[in-house]
């Protein structure tokens, strides 16, 4: 195939600012960034909150935390379809084939990877710490927001990773979400749908500009944990 | 600790621009009135409903949200009450759908027919003729790669009854040469592409197909080609939540005179891809 055709079918695509296109995009940031906030916002308290914790057990949880880091997005996708489908035990609720089974679908993705890498990154910046912290009169859960605070750049990476995982995921979207144009089609949805419609240049286009675009958040959150390291010192 | 007032900033300044993507730049707020189709691949992936959707919401103000799928996977998702209206193509199973009493009635649309799609090449000397029953039992004869949908969609179904027809077993044939993927149409055609294989496609599909490298229509023409779709609105007997009303106003309109117009007049390079039936007698 015409490598041209591709960057060409790209081009066009940013360019042009189809307004379909630019849903497609927009979906995406959305759906994608409010999981990872979700998972943020639960995931950063829990993993510090299991760093310092000792309890029976806890061994058992790092274990299956680490484990669903490698859960398949698919499998994700059709236990939220299960959930969420009108004969579910959630069908009522009438989410099915919305964004919001979207988000839902990867914050079950994302979560364990916050939560385990929050967890490693805490543990190791407590052991360093923790005499300094209990000094100061920091012990057990207290002192949790100056170690996320102090790991804030280590945990920024941790999202990134969330981020990496939710955006490049198409196996749990696709299910959850129905592929519905205009209303559930993000990125990865179109370009399997472009895939099957056999148009591999505007497949590839839209891979391209999706690869873009992560690099373009990769490179803001690097260059504010920059500026931030230089300022809050 | 003087980063206090800093940590607190950047954590409101990090969740009000998050919030913000999540807010703000969400597409234009989909409109109220809205009912859901589980179709086919066939119908989505040729554009067709690109095409004639916008004149129904312009008409009526619904907006149509489609799931694509096989036709057995569109009638489950029916089933499961996850759609208000289903619009495939495999008379026998959509018979049955009514007969379990998810629907009160099936009504033909519109029909198409099947090609079947082989290499340039030929390896089973079939291309140009007509008879796909006979044309079948030759690939099978030579052993010739055959590519199947295998995902239990009404083409699939249609290539099982054929195979039937000729008298093979696909089910002893599985491996060697019959190749199931389990997948849509547009990547079994692509597949078949990269295999050098035959498949059976609707002929929709395969016009608006553009990855066809050395493939090209081996058999058509035959009577048993013949490709029927029906349109049934999901009973609310059987799933309370299911917009009847509106449902029924997509189904009606699907097949009124205007309806009918708009599917004869969508066409790619020229050609039409389906052909309007409406209230005709077993169809």
């Known amino acids: 195939m015409d490598v041209g055709a591709i960057f060409q079918a790209a081009f066009a695509l940013v360019v042009g600012l189809d307004p379909g296109f630019l849903g497609i995009v927009f979906l995406s940031l959305r759906v994608t960034l409010t999981a990872v906030l979700i998972a943020a916002l639960i995931g950063l308290p829990l993993g510090a909150a299991l760093a310092l914790a000792r309890f029976p057990g806890r061994a058992a949880i790092i274990v299956c935390l680490n484990a669903l880091m490698g859960l398949p997005p698919v499998v994700a996708g059709l236990a939220v379809f299960l959930l969420l489908s009108r004969s579910g035990p959630l069908g009522p609720l009438g989410l099915l084939f919305t964004p919001t089974a979207m988000i839902i679908a990867q914050v079950i993705l994302v979560l364990p990877i916050v939560i385990a890498l929050t967890r490693q990154v805490i543990e190791d910046l407590w052991s360093e710490y923790r005499d300094h912290l209990r000094s100061v009169g920091l012990d057990g859960l207290r002192a949790i927001p100056t170690l996320l605070f102090d790991g804030r750049f280590a945990l920024a990476t941790a999202l990134l990773a969330g981020f990496g995982r939710a955006s490049a995921e198409v196996g749990a979207v696709l299910i959850v979400g129905g592929n519905i144009a205009g209303y559930t089609r993000t990125m990865t949805t179109a370009i399997t749908l472009e895939t099957s419609k056999g148009d591999l240049p505007l497949a590839l286009g839209l891979g391209l500009v999706l690869l873009s675009l992560t690099l373009a958040i990769n490179a803001i959150a690097f260059g504010a944990s920059r500026i931030g390291a230089r300022y809050a010192g | ?283």
């Open chain 2, 1 to 283: 600790m003087t980063a206090l007032p800093r940590r607190s900033l950047l954590a409101a300044g990090l969740f009000l621009g998050l919030t913000g993507i999540a807010h703000a730049q969400a597409p234009a707020p989909a409109s109220e009135r809205f009912i859901t189709v589980a179709s086919t691949t066939s119908t989505q992936d040729s554009g067709l409903f690109n095409h004639i959707l916008p004149l129904f919401k312009a008409k009526t103000g619904i907006e149509v949200r489609v799931i694509s799928q096989g036709t057995g996977q569109a009638l489950d998702t029916a089933r499961r009450g996850d759609a208000d209206v289903v619009f495939v193509h495999a008379r026998a199973q959509e018979l049955k759908f009514v007969e379990e009493g998810f629907s009160t009635e099936r009504r033909p649309v519109m029909y198409n027919d099947f090609v079947l799609i082989g290499p340039k090449s030929d390896p089973a000397g079939v291309a140009g003729t007509r008879d796909i029953v006979a044309a079948l039992k030759k690939i099978q004869e030579k052993a010739a790669p055959f590519v199947s949908r295998g995902d239990k969609s009404g083409t699939h179904a249609a290539e099982l009854n054929l195979w039937k027809v000729a008298g093979v077993d696909t089910a002893a044939q599985k491996g060697p040469w019959y190749r199931e993927i389990g997948q849509g149409m547009g990547a079994a055609l692509n597949t078949s592409g990269a295999m050098g294989a035959y498949v059976l496609s609707d002929r929709a599909t395969w016009i608006s197909f553009k990855n066809r490298g050395d493939l090209v229509i081996s058999v058509e023409g035959d009577q048993r080609l013949f490709n029927q779709y029906g349109v049934m609105s999901v009973n609310p007997a059987k799933h309370p939540h299911v917009k009847v009303a509106d449902g029924k106003l997509f189904a009606d309109w699907l097949t009124s005179p205007e309806g009918q117009k708009a599917i004869a007049d969508y066409k790619i390079d020229g050609q039409q891809l389906f052909f309007p039936n409406a209230g005709q007698a077993g169809a």
